[in-house]
């Protein structure tokens, strides 16, 4: 695919790209044995592209990793602190960043890559990427609480957060799991705005940044992107194939469970069996109308 010339040299690491549009005009570059004029473009893959006479080097494909960050881990490359980091549960070589931290107390979905482009796009605030979090908050919020989050809250150094989406997720024990929404992101943002509201925070758990979601990922287990989810990060039309199934990189092997139906002699007590749900594990334990008390 061609690309304007000061492009393909950026991308290479000659520079940015009015930095390379002056190699150009300076005449310091060729392609195909030609001088090359501001407003070229060429294919890399077919072309010979030379700067000062040496050969332009391909640009390595940009990676796309999605990581279960769990908790007592850094969202950093490389740090002072003893404590691991993101990078540290990715056996793949290369520059790869994260992109759209977590606190080290929190876990939950981490975006690692190598291009810079779309990290642009996913942090800053003009493009307004929501990110989804599970938040367990040690009591049950009321009403005027939780309408007061939505509303935005006064944090201690004077910072009013923007509105946001909450909803209750169910309850735990004395406390409840909470679904919020945010498109910007403070530091400790959710921690310190319960606190103000008193609703102290217990865990939380980012389930998504903009369209991609955490899925099935375990604590430590990360997964190459697909290519349309990638499109979908970056705002480009995508035709999304029927089923599109993504196994993560883990070591464990999980068990096969093997679904039984009772057998019956008769065929019509057969087909009843068949239709007829089969009653949840709560129901079948605890009796009819009950469920078990979970406890915080």
Same mark, same amino acid.
Request: aromatic share 4%; proline share 8%; glycine share 10%.
């Given at each position: ?8 040299? %950026?991308?290479?690491? @000659? ?9 150009? @005009? %300076? ?10 004029? @501001? !407003? ?6 077919? #072309?010979?592209?030379?700067? /000062? ?12 990793? &999605?990581?279960?960050?769990?908790? $007592? ?7 002072? #602190? ?5 990078? /540290? ?25 190598? /291009?810079?482009? @779309? ?44 509105? &946001?989406?909450?909803?209750? /997720? ?14 910007? $992101? ?7 705005? !319960?606190?103000?509201? !008193? ?31 990638? &499109? ?19 070591? %464990? ?44």
């Amino acid at each position: 695919m061609e690309e304007r010339l000061q492009k393909l040299m %950026a991308q290479a690491g @000659l520079g940015s790209r009015r930095s390379c549009e002056v190699l150009i @005009l %300076a005449g310091r570059v060729t392609v195909n044995g030609r001088l090359a004029g @501001l !407003g070229d473009k060429a294919d890399p893959r077919r #072309d010979r592209i030379l700067v /000062d006479g040496q050969p332009l080097k391909l640009p390595e494909a940009p990676v796309y990793i &999605a990581l279960h960050k769990p908790r $007592g881990v850094l969202s950093a490359v490389s740090s002072s #602190d003893p404590r691991p980091t993101v990078r /540290d549960l990715v056996d793949l070589p290369g520059h790869i960043y994260p992109v759209g931290r977590l606190d080290v107390d929190s876990e939950g979905l981490i975006l690692l890559t190598s /291009d810079g482009e @779309l990290a642009n796009r996913l942090t800053h605030p003009r493009y307004g990427h929501e990110k989804e979090y599970r938040v367990l908050v040690a009591r049950r919020p009321d009403d005027e609480q939780l309408e007061t989050w939505r509303r935005g809250v006064v944090l201690e150094d004077g910072y009013r957060t923007a509105p &946001a989406e909450i909803r209750l /997720d169910g309850f735990f024990g004395k406390g409840a799991w909470l679904r919020v929404v945010l498109r910007e $992101g403070r530091k400790r943002q959710i921690r310190e705005t !319960g606190l103000q509201i !008193g609703l102290p925070v217990v865990k939380i758990i980012r389930v998504r940044i903009g369209s991609l979601r955490l899925g099935t990922l375990k604590p430590r287990e990360w997964r190459r992107l697909t290519e349309e989810e990638v &499109a979908e990060l970056k705002g480009k039309p995508v035709n999304k194939p029927k089923s599109s199934k993504v196994k993560p990189y883990t070591d %464990a092997k999980k068990p096969r469970i093997k679904t039984t139906h009772p057998k019956s002699s008769s065929t019509s007590r057969q087909r009843t069996a068949q239709k007829q749900p089969y009653p949840s594990p709560a129901a079948s334990k605890h009796g009819p109308g009950k469920s078990r008390q979970h406890k915080g």
